[in-house]
């Protein structure tokens, strides 16, 4: 029988949290995982390769090995565990992108100065940053680039999980409101072939979106709409999606963009909002912490089934269900009133 550590010692690992994610973040920028695809290598082998000093780099992996991310054997050669495999750049569900994203420098700045926000309910990276996060995106590159592939790599493990948990076969238009790349559409678009699509984006990402599009074969059936989803969306599609949208924007914003989705929907249309839905109470769960991040980001929040029923009911619609996905992702469901 395995004896319940003391509460000092729980907290201490809790507070050594932020030394594991950076750890996975630096194996995850020098494809650590990848370069183990192919079979056990020491950290000799690994940072000859990766152009780093061997011995810091073992010790890197010692530690996310000590969390069972990755594993060493007695030859102190390393091995892909598990919970490395996200970590593999061209897996399906791939988070190396996102372990990249969550563990940069304007990352750490902005939550090192999680007091301003608590103190003040605004976004501390528009004070550490002196803009909002996603103008700061337009003017430094690399970390427009970090986020984008972050965003990318996540919308790819919950498009996967969407797609195996609703039936998409009596829609015949589907729009989907601010959905980047495309990939969760042009999915959809792939597995149900009488579906037409409309991706809604900002210019430049609506742009961007073109590659992916054509890639996947589905241009014939995608037509791309650049606007501002604040202002309107495309007229009479059967479902609107929201995936990872309403999370970002406070409730009056939200409240905005549901009911102009409410007003340009086919008869009998949906609304699909795709976020974390926040237990009630005590219950653990990633989105509560998630919504800290949004707290230092964002003028957004992650949000209860009952917070989402209200946002729905002030923009003309009624919260008919909330169905899980085999990821941290639920899938909520809304029709007009």
């Given at each position: 029988?395995?004896?319940?550590?003391?509460?000092?010692?729980?907290?201490?690992?809790?507070?050594f949290?932020?030394?594991?994610?950076?750890?996975?973040?630096?194996?995850?920028?020098?494809?650590?995982?990848?370069?183990?695809?192919?079979?056990?290598?020491?950290?000799?082998?690994?940072?000859?390769?990766?152009?780093?000093?061997?011995?810091?780099?073992?010790?890197?992996?010692?530690?996310?090995?000590s969390?069972?991310?990755?594993?060493?054997?007695k030859?102190?050669?390393?091995?892909?565990?598990?919970?490395?495999?996200?970590?593999?750049?061209?897996?399906?569900?791939?988070?190396?992108?996102?372990?990249?994203?969550?563990?940069?420098?304007w990352?750490?700045?902005?939550?090192?100065?999680l007091?301003?926000?608590?103190?003040?309910?605004?976004?501390?990276?528009?004070?550490?940053f002196?803009?909002?996060?996603?103008?700061?995106?337009?003017?430094?590159?690399?970390?427009?680039?970090?986020?984008?592939?972050?965003?990318?790599?996540?919308?790819?493990f919950?498009?996967?999980?969407?797609?195996?948990?609703?039936?998409?076969?009596?829609?015949?238009?589907?729009?989907?409101?601010?959905?980047?790349?495309?990939?969760?559409?042009?999915?959809a678009?792939?597995?149900?072939?009488?579906?037409?699509?409309?991706?809604?984006?900002?210019p430049?990402?609506?742009?961007?979106?073109?590659?992916?599009?054509?890639a996947?074969?589905?241009?014939?059936?995608?037509?791309?709409?650049?606007?501002?989803?604040?202002?309107?969306?495309?007229?009479?599609?059967?479902?609107?999606?929201?995936?990872?949208?309403?999370?970002?924007w406070?409730?009056?914003?939200?409240?905005?963009?549901?009911?102009?989705?409410?007003?340009g929907?086919?008869?009998?249309?949906k609304?699909?909002?795709?976020?974390?839905?926040?237990?009630?109470?005590?219950?653990?769960?990633?989105?509560?912490?998630?919504d800290?991040?949004?707290?230092?980001?964002?003028p957004?929040?992650?949000?209860?089934?009952?917070?989402?029923?209200a946002?729905?009911?002030?923009?003309?619609?009624?919260l008919?269900?909330?169905?899980?996905?085999p990821?941290?992702?639920?899938?909520?469901?809304?029709?007009?009133?």
């Amino acid at each position: 029988m395995t004896q319940e550590l003391p509460p000092p010692v729980q907290l201490m690992q809790m507070l050594f949290g932020l030394t594991t994610s950076r750890a996975i973040g630096v194996a995850a920028e020098l494809c650590i995982a990848d370069r183990l695809k192919d079979g056990p290598k020491s950290a000799e082998e690994l940072a000859a390769q990766a152009g780093v000093h061997a011995r810091s780099l073992y010790r890197v992996l010692r530690a996310c090995a000590s969390v069972d991310v990755f594993s060493e054997d007695k030859e102190k050669k390393f091995s892909l565990t598990p919970l490395a495999e996200p970590l593999l750049s061209d897996t399906s569900g791939s988070l190396r992108a996102f372990a990249v994203m969550f563990t940069t420098d304007w990352q750490f700045q902005t939550w090192a100065d999680l007091p301003y926000s608590v103190k003040t309910g605004k976004p501390a990276f528009d004070k550490v940053f002196g803009m909002p996060m996603f103008e700061y995106f337009w003017k430094n590159q690399k970390a427009g680039k970090e986020f984008n592939e972050a965003m990318t790599s996540n919308s790819a493990f919950a498009s996967e999980a969407v797609l195996t948990s609703y039936d998409f076969s009596t829609a015949s238009k589907v729009i989907d409101v601010g959905g980047g790349h495309g990939i969760l559409l042009a999915s959809a678009l792939k597995k149900y072939p009488h579906l037409q699509g409309i991706l809604f984006e900002v210019p430049a990402v609506a742009e961007e979106a073109k590659g992916l599009i054509d890639a996947d074969g589905v241009a014939d059936r995608c037509e791309r709409i650049s606007g501002d989803f604040i202002e309107s969306v495309p007229a009479r599609g059967d479902i609107y999606i929201l995936k990872h949208i309403i999370h970002d924007w406070n409730d009056e914003q939200c409240i905005t963009i549901l009911a102009n989705c409410r007003k340009g929907m086919a008869s009998g249309g949906k609304v699909l909002v795709i976020e974390m839905v926040l237990p009630e109470g005590n219950e653990p769960s990633i989105g509560k912490l998630l919504d800290l991040e949004m707290l230092l980001f964002l003028p957004g929040c992650e949000r209860t089934e009952a917070e989402y029923r209200a946002l729905f009911d002030k923009a003309g619609l009624e919260l008919c269900r909330v169905l899980p996905t085999p990821s941290p992702f639920s899938i909520i469901e809304g029709a007009s009133k």
